[in-house]
């Protein structure tokens, strides 16, 4: 069940990180768009090794506590594959093809693409329209990724009691996220989100709206934790807590906060050369981040200045009312880890 099929009502965004479950649900009259419900709970370590899923049984678990705590009654879900673990490309074949013969050819072209056997493969497609090229040829977006992925995830979120209408790619959910409620991408050509997660951080390029390129690699805020740890001597669990409260020894933001840091901003001028060697475009108006190291203070400025590149955070809600069950404060600080979620919960409304 890898599908773009389209389902209309509100659908909670599930978004099974390396570190949490991220669940958040919508609501829409009109143009505006409500937060419902949402939630974080975090994932007991060993349970994911970076975005494989070890153990079905306690992601489960983690999204039966959201969906407990973020009190909501809908049962219908919407989850997301890395792009990391899947094929997403734009193919373009004749229009002519008939329209009972279509899947199948789609099935060949995909098969050039995908490096498993189809059998393997839990495969989808989109047919988006007449190609800039040639009238005579239409363009078609392909997706695929091992059935292992699709299944694992399927079970936790049954086991949970959620129904899962939609699996989509994380990709995929950011771009409609970015189309629908963030406003950047009208003002600028090229546009970099980069996401700090947990142990894997990622980036997805928009040129003109639609993502270009993507890339994961290992890095994340589980290492600045850890250094915490071997540093100062504490428990994984006493220095996550104490990073996120601000209890630390001084000298913690020159020893410890300061090199991270650094590291962060040479992760984003990686995956910008990444970018760039890959497309032979050396241009990006604007670099906006997300995930849960982008609320380090001044790390937009700092990766600003030493990019030359406009750098911001990304708020898809700056527009969006909460629900009176939604706690503001909360909310605003988990705003960072909340686009997928987001991204995923908007695919009830196409």
Do not use: W
Not at 46 to 53: H, P
Not at 175 to 191: A, P, Q, R, S
């Amino acid at each position: 069940m890898f599908s773009f099929s389209k389902k209309s009502g509100n659908l909670l965004g599930i978004d099974i990180s390396s570190s949490a479950v991220k669940l958040l649900e919508l609501s829409r009259k009109g143009s505006d768009y409500r937060v419902d419900s949402y939630a974080v709970s975090g994932l007991p370590d060993g349970v994911t090794s970076e975005r494989d899923i070890n153990e079905a049984e306690k992601v489960g678990e983690a999204i039966k506590q959201a969906v407990k705590n973020s009190r909501t009654k809908s049962r219908r879900c919407a989850l997301g594959i890395p792009s990391s673990m899947a094929i997403n490309k734009i193919i373009t074949i004749p229009a002519s093809i008939p329209a009972g013969e279509l899947e199948a050819q789609i099935s060949l072209e995909a098969e050039q693409y995908i490096p498993y056997p189809m059998d393997e493969v839990n495969f989808d497609f989109e047919v988006l329209g007449p190609s800039e090229t040639s009238s005579e040829m239409m363009d078609v977006l392909i997706a695929g990724t091992r059935t292992e992925n699709v299944e694992v995830r399927l079970a936790a979120a049954e086991m949970a009691g959620l129904h899962v209408e939609i699996v989509d790619l994380e990709s995929n959910a950011v771009e409609l996220l970015f189309k629908t409620m963030i406003n950047e991408l009208d003002k600028h050509d090229v546009v970099a989100a980069v996401d700090f997660g947990a142990s894997m951080t990622g980036i997805n390029v928009f040129e003109q709206g639609k993502v270009v390129f993507s890339r994961e690699q290992v890095f994340g805020g589980r290492q600045l934790t850890e250094e915490i740890s071997q540093r100062y001597g504490l428990s994984y669990a006493e220095s996550g807590l104490a990073k996120k409260n601000g209890n630390l020894p001084e000298g913690y933001v020159s020893e410890v906060l300061d090199p991270f840091r650094e590291n962060m901003v040479r992760q984003v001028q990686r995956f910008l050369q990444f970018y760039y060697a890959s497309t032979q475009n050396e241009k990006v108006d604007k670099v906006l981040l997300s995930g849960g190291c982008a609320s380090i203070p001044g790390i937009d400025e700092q990766i600003q200045e030493l990019i030359g590149i406009p750098t911001a955070l990304a708020n898809p809600f700056a527009n969006v009312v909460l629900h009176s069950k939604v706690n503001p404060a909360r909310f605003t600080s988990d705003i960072p880890a909340m686009l997928v979620p987001a991204g995923l919960a908007l695919r009830g409304f196409e």
